[in-house]
């Protein structure tokens, strides 16, 4: 079965120092993969998606994900935080069903806070 | 803001009411998911609707059910409430059913507390 796991719950980082939001995948045949971040009361936002092509994907707001097929990784990443990336981030996998749909598994989700 | 709405914002009902959520999709999209969104259970899809159709079903109980209407806004209705279904409830979009990197926009979401 397809599923994403975020091994960390939070993580804490100051502010102007680079962050990692760590992602890791279990599907079958070719993941399509999604970073979306969740701000208190308010709805997700897509961030990025790696689909195919170069394992850098650069997203929104300065954020960028490495997928790591070997690894099945795929870590979130900027190299400067700023207080306001603080919020919530997960994590999603498409379940291929032969492109008849675009259902999301999503992982537990990591809070990401930035100190000033 | 995405484009996708959701009415109400919040929701308070007790137990074994039943209430109705709705959701707009941003314009043009075809497609609609919903999602439950609670602290024990985390993001949880339900189920998605295309062009009027049930496309595919997640983790869905028996006692909810959506539809998608002609103009493709759609509905979940939640019936027999536990204090269990208390949760955030997210509608999403997308323009296709499937297809790679067809991303879903998410609503504000309909927050949910049974009593």
């Known amino acids: 079965a397809q599923s994403v796991a975020q091994p960390e719950d939070q993580v804490n980082v100051a502010e102007g120092n680079p962050l990692t939001v760590k992602c890791t995948y279990s599907v079958s045949g070719n993941p399509y993969l999604f970073w979306y971040v969740q701000y208190p009361n308010r709805g997700l936002q897509f961030l990025l998606k790696?689909?195919?092509?170069?394992?850098l994907v650069k997203g929104s707001y300065g954020f960028e994900a490495e997928f790591n097929k070997s690894q099945t990784s795929f870590h979130l990443k900027k190299p400067s935080a700023l207080v306001s990336d603080s919020a919530l981030y997960f994590c999603?996998?498409?379940?291929?069903?032969?492109?008849?749909?675009?259902?999301?598994?999503f992982g537990t989700g990591t809070l990401l806070a930035v100190q000033p | 803001d995405s484009g996708v709405t959701q009415t109400p914002k919040h929701l308070i009902t007790a137990t074994g009411q039943r209430v109705t959520l709705r959701c707009s999709p941003r314009?043009?999209?075809?497609?609609v998911y919903w999602y439950q969104q609670s602290l024990d259970q985390g993001l949880q899809f339900l189920i998605q609707y295309y062009n009027g159709e049930e496309r595919a079903k997640g983790n869905i109980l028996e006692r909810f059910s959506a539809q998608q209407f002609p103009d493709l806004h759609s509905e979940l209705n939640l019936s027999s409430l536990e204090l269990g279904d208390s949760a955030l409830y997210f509608c999403a979009s997308s323009a296709l059913a499937g297809g790679p990197g067809n991303e879903q926009f998410f609503g504000p979401g309909t927050r949910l507390t049974v009593l």
């Open positions: 790696y689909i195919t092509g170069d394992n």
């Open positions: 314009s043009g999209d075809l497609s």
């Open positions: 999603a996998v498409r379940v291929p069903y032969g492109g008849a749909t675009n259902k999301l598994i």
